[in-house]
Structure formats: C-alpha cells, structure tokens
C-alpha cells in the first residue's frame, strides 16, 4: 500500500453532461497535443431498441449519456507497477500520477495495464503521455483545464475524501470498468435515465 498523505481526485456529473467536449478541447490546447492523441476524452453510450406496434415505431428502453474520462490517478494505479524505466510516478504529497518523460522509453506497458486506457504515445516525443491533472496549473492554485472549462459545471476536483463527502461515493459507470480493479481517485453521479448501463455500448466507436 502506498503512503499518500492526501489523494487529489475527480468529480464527474454525468446527470448534467450534454457531450460537448469543451474539456477535450482545453486540455488538448493546454497540453498543446498533436492530433490523436486525448488526454481527457467524452464517450457517447446508450442502448435499447425500437419496435413496431400497430404501424408504428416505439422506443423500447432507449437512453443516452456522455461520460467524460482521463487517468483516473488511481489508489493503486497498474501503469506504475508495470512500468520498466520507473517513469510512471505517483507524488507522495497529492496522489497525482504523472510521466517522467526523461525516464520513459515508451515501451507502451503503461497503456497496456491501464483499464481505462489512459496514457498514449505521443507520436511527436516518442514518449507516453497522460493526464496529470494539471499539476503545475494546480501548483500555481488554479483549477486543471478541464474543470476550469467546463460549461455546465460536470466537473470537479479535490481530495477524494472532500469529494466523497460532497457527492457521494459511486466510481463508476458503464461503460468504464468496476471500481474495485484499480480504486480510481473519482467520484461519479450516475445519469438520471432509470435505464442506464442495461444492454448499451459506447455509439461514437468512430471517434475512440
């Protein structure tokens, strides 16, 4: 078990969330990052289905929401575990889990364990790249670009206990994976539609 004396975590609303992915775009002009690659990225997912009734059609358990993912600075993150150049580091005094990138070999092991998929090769540095939660931006006592953003406010940050408190304690949604694999630093409210997570998969496959 890692000794963190606090862990810096996420609040996602995804009850308010209309997919616009403004926090996409501020972390890509943030991080200045070359197309491809996504720090921070908006999936569509829904499900049910339509059937026809006296000549017409009728929705049977249809639903729609967006969640909005980055690294989830995990309590036990498998990217540091994982990684052979010890590049992967997670601060003692915040949780936050960010590359080194003059110790990174971009070997791609990192990606590989993640379950969410979180850090990318940057084609340009030839190095892994993830969210970092806008340390430096956070340093400086501003909020990361994502949440800073946000136009319906779905975002949020702190410590993960603070959030707990204030939101709840859910971590996860479909279609992100159970909380229990990695304990994520998130905090999630679950979209208002009673059918959620029965039978969806994500509907913007094109752009993942």
């Not at 969210?131 to 949440?147: F, I, N, R, T």
Request: a negative charge; glycine letters at 10%.
């Amino acid at each position: 078990m890692r000794q963190i004396m606090k862990q810096m975590a996420w609040y996602f609303d995804a009850s308010s969330c209309i997919g616009c992915k403004t926090c996409e775009m501020a972390c890509k002009d943030t991080h200045d990052l070359p197309v491809g690659v996504r720090l921070r990225m908006v999936r569509e997912y829904g499900g049910g289905h339509w059937v026809v009734q006296d000549g017409f059609e009728l929705p049977v358990g249809i639903f729609t929401y967006y969640v909005s993912t980055s690294c989830m600075h995990c309590e036990e993150p498998p990217c540091v575990d994982v990684c052979p150049a010890a590049a992967m580091v997670k601060r003692e005094e915040d949780g936050i889990v960010f590359v080194d990138a003059e110790k990174c070999i971009g070997c791609g092991y990192c990606q590989w364990a993640c379950p969410y998929g979180a850090p990318q090769l940057n084609p340009t540095t030839g190095v892994m790249q993830k969210c970092d939660m806008c340390k430096d931006l956070q340093d400086a006592g501003e909020p990361p670009a994502c949440v800073g953003n946000c136009p319906m406010r779905c975002l949020d940050y702190g410590e993960l206990e603070e959030l707990r408190a204030k939101y709840g304690d859910v971590d996860s949604i479909m279609p992100l994976p159970s909380g229990e694999i990695t304990r994520p630093a998130f905090v999630v409210t679950p979209p208002k539609s009673p059918h959620q997570g029965a039978g969806g998969r994500i509907r913007d496959v094109m752009e993942a």
